[in-house]
C-alpha cells in the first residue's frame, strides 16, 4: 500500500513516545514496587524469632518511641495547618438576553448606516463582521437599539442592574445561597464604574450584611474575570469557613463608538452583553456538592512594556468621540503575554515526561544548534478541557495554533464567540457552560481557563472536576445546545 512505510513509522514513533511519557511520569512507582515487593518477600521468609530479635536490636525504649511519635504527630499538624485551604466552585451562573435584545448581521448594519454619514466606515464594518466568527443570536443591550444609541449613566445602570441582577438570581436558585451566607464579593467590570459602585448595587440590591468584604475591580480589561478569582481565592485563605460571590461583566452601554477610526471601530462589532455569577467557598461541607476545586491561578502582566501597556487603549479620537483603540500589534502582544504565562504554569501542571522534553530542546538549543526550533509542551497531556477567551475569531486561531490544540478543544470557546459574542470576561463561563452542557465534563477532568486583558495581561486559572456533572436545563445553552457545533464559514456574505 502506497504510503505503508510512512504510516508504520508514524506508528512505532507514537508508541515509542508513548512509552516514553509512561516511563517518565511513573518512574517513581516503578522504581519504589520492586524494592517495596524485595522487602516484603525478605520479611516474609523470617520467622517470628527473627523478626523479634531484629525488633531487639534496633535497641528502642519508651522515650525514644513516644519521641518518635511525638515528632511524626508534630510534623503532620504543621503540614496540616500550613497547607493553603481548598476553594471550591459550588456553582455559577450565566447571563441569557432575552430575545428582544437580539441583534442579526442585517440589523446591526442597518442601524450602522442610519447612524454613520461614512460609508468607509460602514464598509469596514461590514467587513469586520463578516469575518468575524460571530452569529445571528448575539445581543446588544436596549440602549443600543435606539437610533442613535443612548449611552446615557440611566441605560447603563439599567443594563448593569439587567445582566448582574438576573445572573445572581439564577445562581441563588440553582444553590439556594441567602445574603447572610456570602462573606466577600467581588466584582469586575472594566468601563463602567459609577459611583456608589457595582459591588454597592448589589448590596443594596440583596441587603448583604454590614462587614461584608466587598470589592469592585474596573479598567483590568477582558482578563479581570480571573483576577476577581485570584482575590476572592486570596481573601478565601484568610477567612475560613466563607463564601465568596464572584460578579464578572462588562456594560456595553456607554462604550459605543460614534467616530470613523477603524482601530476603534472594532468594539462595536465584537463586544456583546453578558454577565456570570460565581459562588466560591472554603467550607468542608461545600466539597460534598461543588463542581470544581481551584488548583492555580497565574497571573502575568506585560504593562511594563510600551506597546503592551497601548495595544489596548481607551481615548478621544480627533473628533472628540471616546473608545477602545485596538492596535495592530495585539495578536503579537498576546503571543508574547501568552509564552511568559505558558512558562510558569507549564512546571505546575505538565507531566514530567513534557517537562524534560522542553529542558533537553532548551539545552540544546543553548549549547548544539540555535536553529532547532523550541520544542512546545502538549498541553493537552495536562488538561481535558480548554476555556480560550473569545475575544474574537483571530484570538482563538493564534491559541488553537501556537498550543497545537485540535478542533474539538476550541469547540467552546469558538461556539461561545458564534452564540454570545464577546462577552469579555465573563466569555470564560460561557463557554464552561457549554462543555457541560454538551455533557462532557467527568469527574477527574483538568480544565484550563485562559483570559487576556488590557495592560497587557495574560490570566490562567486551572480547575479540577470534583464529580461528573449532568447536562443542565437551565443554563444560557438550554435552547440551542442540540444545534451546535455550527459550522462557521471563513466569510458572510452581507
Not at 12 to 36: A, E
Not at 96 to 103: D, E, I, M, T, W
Not at 152 to 174: G, H, K, N, P, T
Not at 316 to 324: K, V
Request: a positive charge.
Amino acid at each position: 500500500m502506497p504510503g505503508g512505510g510512512v504510516f508504520s513509522g508514524t506508528v512505532n514513533l507514537k508508541y515509542v513516545k508513548l512509552g516514553y511519557q509512561y516511563l517518565v511520569n511513573h518512574f517513581l512507582t516503578l522504581l519504589l514496587v520492586p524494592v517495596m515487593a524485595a522487602t516484603a518477600l525478605e520479611l516474609a521468609r523470617l520467622g517470628p524469632g527473627e523478626l523479634l530479635a531484629l525488633w531487639r536490636s534496633l535497641d528502642l525504649d519508651l522515650v525514644h518511641i513516644l519521641c518518635s511519635a511525638f515528632l511524626v504527630v508534630f510534623i503532620g499538624t504543621v503540614y496540616v495547618m500550613s497547607r493553603p485551604r481548598p476553594v471550591y466552585l459550588v456553582d455559577y451562573a450565566c447571563y441569557k438576553p432575552p430575545a428582544s435584545c437580539r441583534v442579526p448581521f442585517a440589523t446591526f448594519m442597518e442601524h450602522t448606516r442610519l447612524i454613520s454619514d461614512d460609508d468607509k466606515s460602514v464598509r469596514f464594518q461590514t467587513r469586520i463582521l463578516e469575518r468575524s466568527g460571530l452569529g445571528e443570536d448575539t445581543c446588544l443591550p436596549p440602549a443600543n437599539h435606539y437610533i442613535p444609541p443612548n449611552p446615557s449613566m440611566e441605560a447603563s445602570r439599567a443594563e448593569a442592574q439587567l445582566v448582574i441582577f438576573s445572573a445572581i438570581d439564577d445562581l441563588v436558585r440553582r444553590t439556594g445561597l441567602k445574603p447572610k451566607d456570602i462573606d466577600i464579593l467581588v466584582v469586575n467590570c472594566s468601563l463602567f464604574s459609577p459611583t456608589p459602585s457595582l459591588s454597592a448595587m448589589i448590596i443594596n440590591k440583596y441587603k448583604l450584611r454590614s462587614n461584608i468584604r466587598s470589592f469592585n475591580l474596573s479598567g483590568m480589561g477582558c482578563s479581570a474575570g480571573l483576577i476577581s478569582i485570584d482575590l476572592a481565592r486570596d481573601m478565601l485563605q484568610v477567612h475560613p469557613n466563607s463564601n465568596a460571590l464572584v460578579v464578572s461583566t462588562e456594560i456595553i452601554t456607554p462604550n459605543f463608538y460614534q467616530g470613523t477610526r477603524r482601530d476603534m471601530l472594532l468594539p462595536n462589532c465584537l463586544f456583546r452583553m453578558g454577565a456570570a455569577a460565581i459562588l466560591l467557598s472554603n467550607r468542608r461541607r461545600e466539597a460534598r456538592r461543588a463542581k470544581y476545586r481551584l488548583v492555580h491561578v497565574v497571573r502575568t502582566h506585560k504593562g511594563a512594556d510600551d506597546r503592551a501597556y497601548r495595544c489596548v487603549y481607551q481615548e478621544e479620537d480627533e473628533q472628540g468621540f471616546s473608545g477602545i483603540s485596538l492596535s495592530k500589534e495585539l495578536m503579537a502582544i498576546a503571543g508574547d503575554a501568552l509564552k511568559s504565562n505558558i512558562t510558569t504554569i507549564g512546571p505546575l501542571v505538565l507531566p514530567m515526561s513534557e517537562q524534560l522534553l522542553f529542558f533537553f530542546r532548551l539545552v540544546g538549543r543553548k549549547l548544539v544548534n540555535k536553529k532547532w526550533k523550541p520544542y512546545i509542551p502538549d498541553f493537552k497531556l495536562a488538561f481535558e478541557h480548554f476555556c480560550i477567551h473569545a475575544g474574537g475569531r483571530a484570538v482563538i486561531d493564534e491559541l488553537q495554533k501556537n498550543l497545537q490544540l485540535s478542533a474539538r478543544h476550541v469547540e467552546a470557546s469558538r461556539m461561545t464567540l458564534h452564540r454570545f459574542g464577546n462577552t469579555s470576561s465573563s466569555s470564560l463561563w460561557y463557554e464552561l457552560a457549554y462543555i457541560e452542557a454538551k455533557g462532557r465534563m467527568r469527574r477527574g477532568d483538568r480544565v484550563w481557563q485562559i483570559g487576556f486583558g488590557s495592560g497587557f495581561k495574560c490570566n490562567s486559572a486551572v480547575w479540577k472536576c470534583l464529580r461528573s456533572i449532568k447536562t443542565p436545563t437551565n443554563g444560557p445553552w438550554d435552547d440551542c445546545i442540540d444545534r451546535y457545533p455550527v459550522e462557521i464559514p471563513e466569510i458572510v456574505k452581507l
